[in-house]
């Protein structure tokens, strides 16, 4: 009687173990519901990483690769390389877009400079805090919706 009580515990606690594991495979990052920044825009004569429906409210991160990656570096290299070189970055933002550890690490101080959660992810905060490099004109802080 007593193995029996110990089966019937121990599959209890199997099922259990498997429901909650299902669970956690089942749930989607935040992330996932936000389009990736696969492309950018010319807005007023200032590019920005956009979805490839145009919506700026869109993420990059470590891994991902395309035009709005190559953007994205280019915002940090024109518009925040002096700043990177002041505080001794030692590493130069390269445009080959590619989101790797240098362009995480770069974009990580420019959100700590500007005062929003460092996690070297791109997404809508930062996307609407940072600055944006025009095409003919200086970087400039635009604030789309």
């Given at each position: ?18 429901g ?65 070189d ?60």
């Amino acid at each position: 009687m007593a193995m029996n009580v110990l089966q019937r515990v121990s599959k209890s606690l199997v099922a259990i173990s498997v429901g909650a594991a299902s669970c956690l495979v089942l749930a989607e990052p935040a992330a996932a519901a936000t389009p990736v920044c696969s492309t950018y825009r010319n807005l007023s004569g200032y590019l920005a990483p956009t979805s490839s429906a145009g919506s700026r409210s869109c993420w990059l991160q470590r891994g991902h690769k395309g035009d709005g990656v190559v953007v994205l570096q280019t915002i940090l290299d024109i518009c925040y390389g002096d700043y990177l070189d002041y505080i001794g970055f030692p590493y130069k933002v390269e445009n080959d877009g590619d989101f790797g550890p240098i362009t995480r690490e770069a974009l990580r101080q420019v959100q700590k400079a500007e005062g929003i959660d460092a996690d070297g992810v791109y997404g809508p905060v930062t996307a609407h805090t940072i600055m944006i490099v025009g095409t003919n004109k200086p970087c400039n802080y635009v604030n789309y919706v």
